[in-house]
């Protein structure tokens, strides 16, 4: 079992759904939590980060993070065809001080107008 | 110009070749990472260094080198590329505090033949 789990997709919505985009985890010392986003043919973006559990919100983005259920969870409010992209999870650990995350395979995402 | 530049975009080599692929970055991090990224298996770490004069080796560094120039550059090469070492490549780069935030580059395209 990989430390962070990440369902590949292609998850597939209509232009205005809202997206729920989801990692699992079994390294509990994970504290920082990450997700990227990445188009076609380009690198990773950081998107959201937030410390620990709880919520952070960012425009149409919310990030959400149940540390007691090693689970986190992106939303995405009145997706547009633009958010069409894979998404990363990625999640750290103060290990040595290193802080090297930990990514998901990342999930596929397209929204069609 | 980008933050994190890499050179080449695109390179078809054969195999036996060595070959160098260079990263620059104007963000005046410390902390600097070669990925690689394949369909299904997502982001592995092949090579980090925290600074000029410290390298490490990630969790697949075996048929990879590396060299860090200096503050802002961090090569690296394959001395003898084979077919398995076809992938997306991406360099990152963090600050010295980051807890996983990165700043990628646009990544490499490699095929070796």
Same mark, same amino acid.
């Given at each position: ?31 920082? =939590?990450?997700?990227?986003? #990445?188009? @076609?043919?380009?690198?990773?973006? /950081? ?5 620990? &559990? !709880? ?19 992106? =939303?995405?409010?009145?997706? #547009?065809? @633009?958010?069409?992209?894979?998404? /990363? ?5 103060? &290990? !040595? ?17 | ?113």
């Amino acid at each position: 079992q990989k430390e962070v789990e990440q369902d590949p997709g292609p998850l597939s919505v209509p232009e205005g759904a809202i997206v729920s985009l989801n990692c699992t985890y079994s390294n509990s010392a994970f504290q920082y =939590f990450m997700w990227y986003r #990445q188009y @076609s043919r380009k690198g990773p973006e /950081l998107l959201m980060y937030t410390y620990s &559990s !709880g919520n952070k919100e960012d425009g149409r983005f919310t990030a959400q993070v149940d540390k007691s259920s090693k689970y986190i969870s992106l =939303f995405i409010r009145d997706s #547009q065809p @633009s958010d069409s992209a894979t998404y /990363l999870c990625a999640m750290s650990a103060g &290990s !040595g001080g290193s802080y090297i995350p930990t990514f998901g395979r990342g999930t596929s995402l397209i929204v069609h107008p | 110009d980008a933050d994190v530049t890499q050179t080449p975009r695109n390179r078809i080599t054969k195999t036996g070749k060595r070959i160098m692929l260079e990263c620059s970055q104007t963000k005046g991090h410390d902390r600097m990472y070669w990925y690689r990224q394949d369909p299904g298996l997502g982001l592995r770490l092949i090579y980090y260094s925290f600074d000029v004069k410290d390298i490490n080796k990630g969790e697949i560094s075996d048929g990879y080198s590396v060299s860090r120039q200096a503050q802002a550059k961090f090569s690296l090469s394959l001395e003898s590329a084979i077919p398995n070492q076809t992938a997306l490549y991406f360099c990152a780069t963090s600050a010295r505090d980051s807890r996983g935030g990165y700043t990628f580059g646009s990544g490499t395209r490699l095929t070796v033949v």
